[in-house]
């Protein structure tokens, strides 16, 4: 049985709500950057350089104020964006390490297929994180083309704080091209922008989903020569320039090939800033904390959307969304069926068009983190912060020049913030709201019993296990990445 029921209805005939021309499914290219802050775009307020690529999307596109990532870390997120579930649900959590065993289950349906099944060229262009055995890879998910790292660049000897990680490989297809040195790391957003325009160019006769998960700007940094020194932002300043570059040639290169009207391009972030990484970090303000917290700094993403002639221009979405949102949003937008298996997102795309009255259509949104930890729910504009440990530099400054400092670990209490008027989650209102903390502990309740939450040690009905190696993958894929035998990581600060 195939993952997709093909539809019986030729692409070519079908008469969308949206004034899709019938002659050709729409292009949709996702930009998907690592550890960018909310404020880290032109249009919420970056400091320290311009963004008038970005910039340009958001006059002639729409830009997103509360679009949220489905988990604060790098491979949760990614599951998440890509089969429009909960990432616990699929049993992804944190970020992979370099030869995990396991890795998204190819049962899953990605995105990649979604379009595959509309007889799209598909590609992806940039950091994978959702396993680096072959069985995982983006080529065995629906991609016909693949060009990047299979993960963080910090999980590699040249980072401070990992030096016990084996060497960053670069890959084309199934292929392990070699070692990336830190020339290939300075060149690796020049690289995937020139990928990107060559596939759009050689793909502007058929419809295609292009994928450029960014790397940067995780730590480390590192930014080509042309941009170096470029703004007042020092090297993170700098780096998000190139990505602002890096987005212009993606959009001349749609323009060019005269595909405007004909290709909606996202540009958002997986997770929030690591603020322990300090001026090597992006910035949430005025949100609270950054990535690995479901504090807002986590998990509100910056996130813009361009379509001319279906999404209007110069707008403004306050309403929320989420990653999750995209696969049924895209499936529905070229006529291709879900899913099999459960999924949890929502077609938003009266929100993403702008339609009169367009409401978000969840009932509330998940967020977990750590190991299946339940952490918050949102609803209506209120946010319930379950009692849990966090980490946090608790008003303190981050590091200098890529050496992060210390996180302190804190506890949270049963919180509650409405969100409309208090972006920053400072003043708990659970004690004067009684009612709308039993109403949002009864969503809290229903994640419970779906997915689960070990901190209230309660197992959900609705997970699913991630892809699996057997003994002789691991052991293959274990001799590759230690050859002369395995050494353990030092920890993570």
């Known amino acids: 049985m195939t993952k997709i029921a093909i539809s019986a ?54 830009l997103f104020t509360q679009w949220y990532s489905a988990q604060a870390v790098c491979s949760a997120s990614r599951a998440g964006l890509l089969t429009g579930c909960y990432p616990n649900r699929l049993g992804m959590h ?53 060009f990047g790292i299979p993960y963080s660049g910090d999980m590699w000897p040249q980072h401070p704080t990992s030096k016990n990680f084996p060497p960053l490989p670069l890959f084309e297809g199934n ?56 703004t007042d932002r020092g090297l993170y300043g700098d780096v998000i320039a190139e990505i602002d570059w ?7 290169a749609i323009t060019t090939n005269g595909l405007d009207e004909n290709t909606l391009v996202i540009f958002t972030s997986d ?9 090597h970090a992006g910035s949430a303000e005025p949100l609270r904390e950054g990535k690995g917290t479901a504090w807002e700094g986590g998990v509100r993403e910056p996130c813009l959307m361009r379509w001319p002639g279906t999404i209007p221009p110069g707008t403004v979405c306050e309403a929320p969304g989420m990653h999750i949102d995209l696969l049924p949003t895209l499936a529905g937008v070229i006529g291709a069926d879900l899913p099999e298996k459960k999924i949890d997102g929502k077609d938003i795309l009266p929100l993403i068009t702008g339609a009169e009255g367009a409401k978000n259509p969840h009932d509330s949104y998940w967020f977990y983190y750590k190991q299946n930890e339940l952490h ?13 440990s966090y980490r946090s530099l608790n008003g303190g400054k981050g590091g200098d020049g890529g050496i992060p400092v210390e996180y302190q670990n804190r506890k949270s209490g049963l919180e509650l913030y409405y969100l409309p008027d208090d972006v920053s989650e400072s003043n708990d209102l659970a004690a004067g709201n009684p009612e709308k903390v039993t109403e949002l502990l009864e969503q809290a309740e229903a994640a419970r019993v779906d997915l689960g939450d070990n901190l209230t040690k309660r197992k959900g009905a609705g ?31």
């Open 94 to 146: 944190g970020a992979l390490s370099p030869g995990s065993r396991h890795g998204i289950h190819p049962d899953e349906t990605t995105l990649a297929e979604i379009f595959k099944s509309k007889d799209y060229a598909t590609a992806a262009f940039g950091k994978w994180h959702l396993g680096d055995h072959e069985k995982f890879l983006p080529l065995q998910h629906g991609f016909d083309e693949y």
């Open 463 to 493: 997970t699913r296990e991630p892809g699996q190696l057997t003994e002789e993958e691991a052991a293959a894929l274990e001799k590759i990445h230690w050859p002369d035998g395995r050494k353990t990581p030092e920890k993570k600060k």
């Open 246 to 252: 890096s987005v212009g040639e993606i959009l001349n």
């Open 271 to 279: 997770n929030g800033p690591w603020l322990s990484y300090g001026t």
């Open 9 to 62: 209805i030729l692409a070519a005939f079908l008469c969308l709500s949206v004034g899709i021309g019938a002659e050709r499914l729409p292009n949709v290219v996702i930009i998907f950057t690592d550890d960018q802050g909310f404020a880290d775009i032109g249009s919420n307020c970056a400091k320290g350089y311009k963004t008038p690529h970005l910039d340009r999307m958001a006059a002639e596109g729409r």
């Open 175 to 230: 292929r392990r091209l070699r070692t990336v040195d830190e020339r290939d790391q300075k060149m690796l957003t020049t690289w995937l922008t020139v990928k990107a325009v060559d596939f759009i160019n050689r793909n502007r006769e058929r419809p295609f989903f292009l994928y450029v998960p960014h790397p940067q700007p995780h730590v480390p940094l590192y930014v080509s020569d042309r941009f170096a020194g470029t």
């Open 376 to 388: 918050a729910v949102l609803k209506d504009g209120w946010k319930l912060i379950l009692p849990h």
